[in-house]
């Protein structure tokens, strides 16, 4: 696989003012806005999304001035997460309300992504990377933290190998990490 480490963009335009705010849904005139994908993320209760989803586009539709942009931020940040869940990825407002009206509606669109969180799970961390950062790294790990050795023998137990053969290989040993 080929990892991004810098991403170019074409520079800002600029004629617009230092820290313009020029997100979608902005008073910017909106032909000339950069096109930017918001996530407005709704989450309820018992059968409450779409309550959700019709209280908010009643509400972006009576506030033509609203930034776009923030809403969606505060929606994401702000609110409670609740185990019924839906996003609509809009890059403009016709979009959002389109994408609203469907959650609404009980549509698909391509757009809406509408789902139920799940319970009773447990948590796991992934390190990923192209292999250990340097040498004995996951062994330190595994001497200094005592939680992360418990987790690491239970892991260890339900694998078809050894991750500890791997873990603790000799340093000399091709398997070491």
């Known amino acids: 696989g080929t990892n991004a480490h810098v991403i170019l963009e074409q520079a800002p335009d600029s004629s617009e003012p230092e820290g313009a705010d020029t997100a979608v849904g902005s008073p ?5 806005a950069p096109s930017r994908v918001l996530p407005w993320v709704l989450t309820a209760a018992g059968g409450g999304l779409v309550a959700q989803a019709t209280r908010l586009a009643e509400f972006v539709e009576a506030r033509p001035e609203l930034p776009l942009a923030d809403a969606a931020l505060a929606l994401a940040t702000t609110r409670t997460v609740l185990d019924e869940r839906a996003v609509v990825l809009a890059d ?7 994408g609203l009206a469907a959650l609404a509606e009980g549509r698909e669109d391509t757009h809406v992504v509408r789902n139920t969180a799940r319970t009773g799970g447990r948590t796991a961390f992934l390190f990923a ?17 005592p ?10 137990t339900e694998l078809s190998f050894s991750l500890r053969e791997i873990l603790f290989a000799a340093e000399d040993d091709d398997e070491a990490v």
């Open 147 to 156: 939680v992360f050795a418990e987790a690491f023998d239970a892991v260890d």
């Open 28 to 32: 910017a005139d909106a032909a000339t």
């Open 129 to 145: 990377g192209q292999g250990s950062q340097r040498l004995g790294m996951g062994r330190e790990l595994y001497e200094t933290y």
């Open 92 to 98: 403009d407002r016709r979009r959002l309300l389109s």
